[in-house]
């Protein structure tokens, strides 16, 4: 099983949708969860970072962090073209020997 | 300028040439990053180092070999690479080590022939 799995899509939804991007892990030492968005052609811009289990919120974007089930998720409300993007998730851990791996990627398309 | 930067944007090189990607960050971060992107597969951690000494070295080949002279610029030198090494390479910053805040510079875009 691979260390994190997050499905490559691609994800078409109409503009105004609530989009649902996932990711699963295996190594349960993450600790730290983030969320990037790359718009073609540039590099990846941190979105949010996430520590603890539970939701964080910012703006339209939603964090959210299920350690038992090793399952984070990034909603997007009222989703907008310029949401257009491939959205990576990545986790690192903490202490002693540090980790840090990233999904593939979903790209996203949100259509006017 | 702000942020990372990197140069070149584009390169387009033979097996058997020798090149250099450069990146400078302007962000006072104290750790820098060596990433390869390619088509269809997660991000590849190649080099961490943290105020100027390799912390990470993630079993990548000796024809990638990275110089951090100090904590605001990094070096990859590049020579006798093959064809499947074209991909793009994004360098990263952060205020320490596997930290979770990391900005990435726009990348360099490597082909090789």
């Known amino acids: 099983q691979k260390e994190v799995e997050q499905d490559p899509g691609p994800l078409s939804v109409p503009e105004g949708a609530i989009v649902s991007l996932n990711c699963t892990y295996s190594n349960s030492a993450f600790q730290y969860f983030m969320w990037y968005r790359q718009y073609s052609r540039k590099g990846p811009e941190l979105l949010m970072y996430?520590?603890?289990?539970g939701n964080k919120e910012d703006g339209r974007f939603t964090a959210q962090v299920d350690k038992s089930s090793k399952y984070i998720s990034l909603f997007i409300r009222d989703s907008q073209p310029s949401d257009s993007a491939t959205y990576l998730c990545a986790m690192v851990t903490q202490g002693g020997s540090e980790k840090l791996v990233f999904g593939k990627g979903t790209k996203l398309t949100v259509n006017p | 300028e702000t942020g990372v930067t990197q140069t070149p944007r584009h390169l387009v090189m033979g097996m058997t040439n020798k090149k250099s990607l450069k990146c400078e960050q302007h962000?006072?971060?104290?750790?820098m990053y060596w990433y390869k992107q390619s088509a269809k597969k997660p991000l590849e951690l190649m080099f961490v180092?943290?105020?100027?000494?390799?912390?990470e070295n993630n079993s990548v080949p000796s024809r990638f070999s990275p110089e951090c002279p100090n904590s605001s610029h990094l070096f990859l030198h590049l020579h006798t690479l093959q064809p499947e090494d074209s991909a793009l390479y994004l360098c990263?910053?952060?205020?320490?080590?596997?930290?979770?805040?990391?900005?990435f510079g726009p990348g360099t875009r490597l082909l090789v022939l």
């Open positions: 996430t520590y603890s289990s």
């Open positions: 962000l006072g971060h104290n750790a």
């Open positions: 180092y943290s105020l100027e000494e390799r912390v």
């Open positions: 990263a910053s952060s205020p320490g080590p596997f930290q979770e805040t990391q900005y």
